[in-house]
């Protein structure tokens, strides 16, 4: 009976087995049956904290490198380049004024004022004969400019009508024409403006003029003599005040601004020591020839308070 029960009880060994690791799953003490290895667990041990070992810190984003900047150069000489267009600049006087009309004296290399006002036009004339090339303004946005002409023929006189379209506006305006260049700088006011503006060409005026007097005139500017000096005995010089004054070797020409014709004509005196003489000459248009020369001379204009302008030859 034993033995017959033996087979019966190794089969059901591994079933008795599993049922033992159950009970330890399901919270029952699993019976030990091994003494020598068992230590009783302490207090400490129990209440040991578990150290976790600390996470590793993100690997660290470089920045990408900045660009290189850009180095201005320093400026050289900007001190000077200010002195010069400052001495440069010339401006409106009163007694350049003829009527209404700015009349400056043409100098090479010069920069001229132009004073303008919304909303109206400046006047921007040129030389009789003379013929606009191009012109080009720094701010074509808030300044009008735009080109005519008056006269026929020999006459004719070519025009650039200046219009800012508000005040306080600041540009310049390069003219080149078929004599010469011209630069401007355009000034607008609120109120301020000038009606026009003109230029006395002493070389110029001076080869027209002679082209109308005798055959036996010279032809050449080579011919001729400028070492005259005139000046005005009053503070503010007259209207009427000689632009140039020049002589042939035979006879003297003084030259007066364009609009000599509506002024008082001045009367010529030759001085000689504390008396003076009152000579004759021609008038054409605006120049006085006097035939015959002379070491100083002086124009008169009025009786009781007399306008003198002194004329004396330096060479």
């Not at 919270?27 to 230590?39: D, H, I, L, W």
């Not at 023929?153 to 005040?167: F, M, T, V």
């Not at 400028?226 to 503070?235: C, L, R």
């Not at 020839?289 to 060479?315: C, K, N």
Request: include cysteine; charged fraction near 20%.
């Amino acid at each position: 009976m034993t033995r017959s029960l033996r087979p019966l009880l190794f089969a059901l060994l591994p079933l008795v087995t599993a049922c033992t690791d159950l009970d330890g799953f399901l919270g029952q003490s699993k019976p030990v049956t091994t003494t020598a290895s068992y230590q009783p667990a302490t207090l400490a041990t129990a209440q040991t904290a578990i150290v976790s070992e600390p996470l590793a810190s993100p690997p660290r984003i470089e920045p990408p490198p900045a660009p290189p900047q850009k180095i201005t150069p320093k400026l050289r000489d900007a001190a000077a380049v200010d002195q010069a267009n400052a001495a440069a600049q010339q401006g409106p006087k009163s007694e350049q004024f003829i009527n209404a009309i700015m009349t400056y004296d043409w100098v090479e290399g010069v920069q001229y004022q132009v004073y303008t006002a919304p909303p109206r036009i400046t006047d921007i004339g040129f030389e009789e004969g003379e013929t606009i090339v191009s012109f080009g303004a720094g701010d074509t946005i808030r300044w009008k400019v735009a080109k005519t002409w008056s006269g026929e023929g020999r006459k004719r006189q070519e025009h650039l009508l200046i219009k800012p379209l508000a005040p306080d506006l600041d540009t310049s305006l390069i003219v080149t024409t078929s004599r010469r260049s011209y630069h401007l700088r355009l000034r607008s006011f609120a109120e301020t403006a000038m009606v026009a503006v003109r230029w006395q060409y002493p070389k110029i005026d001076l080869f027209e003029a002679e082209a109308e007097m005798p055959e036996n005139a010279p032809p050449h500017a080579d011919d001729l003599s400028f070492g005259y000096e005139v000046t005005s005995k009053s503070d503010t010089p007259p209207r009427w005040m000689p632009r140039a004054v020049y002589d042939d070797g035979r006879k003297i020409y003084i030259r007066f601004p364009a609009a000599f014709a509506a002024t008082e004509a001045p009367v010529l005196y030759v001085m000689n020591g504390q008396d003076s003489q009152m000579v004759n000459y021609r008038v054409q248009g605006n120049l006085y020839i006097v035939d015959r020369l002379f070491e100083t001379a002086q124009l008169r204009v009025g009786q009781q308070s007399q306008t003198v302008v002194d004329i004396r030859r330096t060479d």
